[in-house]
């Protein structure tokens, strides 16, 4: 029932505490339905899903990576969430994020720009960390095992569309009715109380500002009060913001020590980078230009750094090389200044010097995979296959579970002439994005490539005996 269970989730995740009003208690999480490593692979399938499918998925690796390190340090104020949390980002304007099964918490840009202080973009995330830590997806499954499939694939189907669309999402609210599902789009207070709660102390614990939650809580109630066409920011249509909710975060974050938290470089560079990437852009670059002349921005450093994105994006190489050096003039360490740099160098021409570049950033920024990607692709470009190679080993020593990374070695094996060693890298990433017969085609391929040693076939053979195992496991799993 592998594929039930997979859309039961999907519905369930996209409007968490949705199913939660039957709960007797919050304590234990004993007698789950739900294993972690089987909540980790139905995350691991619906993320998959996302990625290919949802053209709302920002494959934006700058922004992936400013998402990863706020959720490590996030996660070192939350010893529960011992699960590897993951963050991705969503292109949508609406204020929202969202927590899958298996620790995936989904980020719109709409809340990224919406967030003032990096703290609290941070209250939002340390929230949804706590869904996660209390395991409240799994906690609602346990409830609802009589759901019937092709209802849930209907109703998963609706949110994952209505995700920003509040009429599409009401008209899965009332089909779930239709099909008793009570309360399947209502909220339990008693999670979302919960997640407050250890998404509070994870804030203070992670050193970020508590006041923060409350704060950021206020503003999108004034935001609500405002909009007359019914419409609800995101956030709030699966988190409602009561007065009560706001108070008591308020009282207990009143009780914690204040902390003051400068925010990174980076959160205001992402969000520079969101603005000059958004619309037109000479609209864009206009925009920065006249928030500079009119002293108008929460980071000067940003402003500059957005212009010269927006500049770069319109062509305008040479205006964008002097914005550059306007940001560089604020000697702000950040490997988003070292990126930028270097692909405005490869625009003017040097992709020498933008390699040279990406390669002083990545003794810096070793775990960067922004500048291991860009570095990577960019000689790729200027057919430094051996390099990449290295860079690509290297890399995969730190990321060893990156499908990109493979996907990537495989193209510097084929421009190589290498089929064996091709097919080889191609079908390990396939098994990594969880597309095991695709996999299994592609190891096939490189054992009858003819070109590789005796070794390699060897690795080649154990590695397809492996797969064709764990296919065999999966489709088995799946007809029970
Ligand atoms: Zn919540």
Known sequence: MRFAAWVLIAAAGLAPCAFAQTL????????????????????????RDIRFRDPAYLDDPEIADYLA??????????????????????????????????????????????????????????????????????????QQQQLQMPMMVALAAAILLGRSRPDLAAGAAAAAQGAGIQSALAYSRDFEREADRVGLQTLQDAGFDSRAMAAFFEKMQRATRVSDDGTLPGYLRTHPVTSERIADVQNKAAAMPYKQHPDTPEFQFVKAKLRAEAGDARDAAASFQAALREHRYASEAAAHYGFASALLRAGRVKEAERELERLQSFAIASPMVETLAARIEAAAGDVAGANRIYAEAQKRYPYSRAIAYAYIASLQEASANDAALAALRDTLKLYPKDPRLYGMQAKTYAALGKRLLQHHSQGEAYALEGSLPAAIEQLQLARSSGDGDFYQLSMVDARLKELRAQYAMETKDAKR
Do not use: C, W, Y
Request: glycine residues 12%; aromatic residues 4%; without cysteine.
């Open 24 to 47: 007797p208690e919050l304590g234990g999480t004993g007698d789950l339905a739900l294993s972690p490593q089987l909540e980790r692979r139905v995350g691991e399938s619906i993320v």
């Open 69 to 142: 390190s706020l959720g490590a340090r996030l996660a070192q104020g939350n010893p529960a969430a011992r699960q590897d949390l993951e963050f991705f980002a969503m292109r949508d304007h609406t204020v929202n994020a969202f927590a899958l099964p298996g620790g995936f918490i989904g980020v719109h840009t709409g809340l990224i720009n919406t967030a003032e202080t990096e703290s609290e973009l941070a209250s939002v995330l340390a929230h949804e960390i706590g869904h996660v830590s209390q395991r409240h997806i799994a906690r609602m499954l346990a």
